[in-house]
């Protein structure tokens, strides 16, 4: 595995502990009656499938680019379908906070993707100038 491709897993366990821990301070105090019982698994979660989505990323980016564009479409959809129909099935699952995971899974979704793209594009412009 390259260095690049480490230092975003190793980033990426960062980010979920510095959200961990963010999320406990929060949900311990000011937000305690909006604390989504299943949180934690929310976040694993996340941290899995971006986990894996960025090692396909990194696989397919060795590739052509219009193989590459390609694959790294298809591999964006299927992330969002799955991250669209997980929401949906997890908030007919637990109606009463549904709201609350909701939301918690927004915020997610925006801080593990705009890692994720800073990441992809760090490293396709080290392909480029390769």
């Given at each position: ?31 305690q009656k909006y604390y ?95």
């Amino acid at each position: 595995m390259q260095a690049k491709t480490l230092k975003f897993f190793a980033g990426l366990v960062l980010l979920t502990a510095l959200i961990a821990i963010s999320a406990w301070l929060l949900f311990s105090s000011a937000l305690q009656k909006y604390y989504p019982v299943i949180f934690p698994y929310i976040l694993a979660y996340f941290f899995l499938l971006n986990s894996l989505f960025f090692y396909l990323f990194s696989r397919i980016n060795k590739k052509k680019n219009t193989l590459f564009i390609q694959q790294f479409m298809i591999l964006f959809g299927v992330k969002f379908i799955l991250y669209l129909i997980s929401a949906i099935v997890v908030i007919l699952l637990f109606k009463k906070e549904a709201v609350n995971i909701a939301v918690s899974a927004m915020i997610l979704y925006l801080l593990y993707t705009g890692y994720e793209v800073f990441w992809m594009t760090t490293l396709v412009k080290r392909k480029e100038q390769n």
